[in-house]
């Protein structure tokens, strides 16, 4: 069991390798992250059936329930993409990291109930890379979490969030860190408001 928490945290995870993506920028920010008191940070595998099981476990690791779930990924784009939604595109054909393709049929449209005009400009404050948001988080695992995300934030009465963070070709880990950070202390902030 993770510790008592005194004040209200989040709950931010990240994955690790895949596919090309030998050093994924999204689980390095989510242990990154971790440090701060008012974060409990996790890495989860990109597989279709760990990724549930994993989120699942590290809700019931904790003493309290979080004030809102940031999960994380990576794409191939150069900026930062707030996901408004899961499940708006196709699941994708591409296998995850134990050769399972994603779980047939249509996934549930799920939207975010967080400011993300507020969590936009907050991200874009501390960067001069893209910050946008995006309407489709993908058909990929990280779209499938985050409908897990939103499933699991909705049933203990909280928000969650995607944000996509630019490989490391791209920004360095670094110049990414700032841009989680004001996210995560906006969306506390979005939590206390909402209370």
């Not at 390095?28 to 990109?46: F, I, K, M, Y």
């Not at 939604?85 to 995850?96: C, I, T, V």
């Amino acid at each position: 069991m993770i510790g008592p928490m005194a004040a209200p945290f989040l709950l931010v995870t990240g994955f690790g390798a895949f596919e090309t993506v030998v050093d994924n920028p999204s689980g390095s920010l989510a242990e990154v992250l971790d440090v701060r008191p008012d974060v409990v940070g996790v890495r989860l595998p990109v597989t279709y059936g760990g990724v549930g099981e994993e989120l699942d476990r590290a809700l019931a690791g904790l003493d309290a329930p979080p004030a809102a779930i940031l999960a994380m990924g990576v794409h191939r784009g150069p900026g930062f993409r707030l996901e408004a939604q899961a499940g708006a595109g196709l699941p994708s054909s591409r296998p995850d990291t134990d050769g399972q393709p994603s779980p047939p049929g249509p996934r549930e449209l799920l939207g975010s109930g967080v400011d993300l005009e507020g969590c936009l400009n907050a991200c874009k404050a501390q960067t001069a890379h893209p910050v946008f948001i995006s309407q489709s988080a993908g058909g990929y695992v990280c779209d499938f979490v985050y409908g897990l995300a939103l499933k699991r934030a909705a049933e203990l009465g909280i928000q969650a969030l995607f944000l996509h963070v630019p490989p490391l070709d791209a920004v360095p880990q670094a110049e990414q860190e700032p841009v989680a950070n004001a996210l995560v202390t906006e969306l506390l902030a979005q939590a206390a408001t909402d209370r």
